[in-house]
């Protein structure tokens, strides 16, 4: 039997995926967590071997949850349940270590595969997901350095990933604040959100990160 962990802010989607999979003999719902803070304490209690994982919750969200249960427990699979599908959030699943990524209309039997699937260390993507990542890769122009930076760093939001570019070509806050016509306040308050996301602690790293993903390739005059 599969020990599951069903994670979701939302009781009523909760408990309709408990009674859609009531009738599996494969999987065994061995507890529930409302947001990612429970969640995280639910695996370092229960001995879980999936967790199906909501992304957008309020505090602790779906990736954060990922990245500190997998961080303590390697071994164990998350799949990712989720209403929504774009580039950022699934390349986000991705990197946060999640084994396959679904959309909540699913049905019991695609849910039911994608459960044993991840279980047995195989990734997989509903088919609306699979597709969007078939049409990004096809439309990926390796020498461009926004579409890398995007896969490089899909935590990262538009905003953030165009200061980083500047900063790896070499401007200073100021020089970034009067080019995008915003505060100094606000550049300033992006490169800390940049470099606690990317996990650096100054300038010359973060410049280092972005350039190794194809960014800066110009340099101001």
Do not use: C
């Amino acid at each position: 039997m599969i020990r599951l962990l069903i994670v979701d802010d939302h009781r009523v989607y909760r408990e309709g995926i408990r009674l859609v999979l009531t009738s599996s003999d494969q999987i065994e719902i061995i507890g529930e967590a409302a947001s990612g803070s429970e969640a995280i304490d639910a695996v370092r209690r229960l001995r879980v071997d999936v967790v199906l994982m909501d992304l957008k919750m309020p505090g602790v969200d779906g990736i954060e949850a990922a990245r500190t249960i997998l961080a303590e427990q390697p071994g164990l699979r998350i799949l990712a349940l989720t209403m929504f599908e774009d580039n950022d959030m699934v390349f986000a699943a991705m990197r946060a270590g999640m084994r396959g990524y679904l959309l909540k209309d699913a049905d019991r039997d695609e849910l039911v595969r994608a459960i044993t699937a991840v279980h047995r260390g195989e990734a997989i993507f509903s088919p609306p997901i699979a597709q969007l990542l078939i049409d990004w890769f096809a439309t990926m122009h390796p020498a461009t350095s926004s579409r890398v930076s995007e896969l490089a760093f899909p935590q990262l939001t538009g905003r953030e990933r165009e200061i980083l570019d500047l900063i790896a070509q070499g401007f200073r806050n100021q020089d970034i604040a009067l080019q995008l016509f915003v505060s100094i306040k606000t550049v300033r308050n992006h490169v800390s959100n940049i470099f606690t996301k990317l996990a650096v602690s100054d300038r010359s790293q973060a410049i280092v990160r972005a350039r190794d993903a194809g960014l800066g390739r110009h340099s101001p005059d």
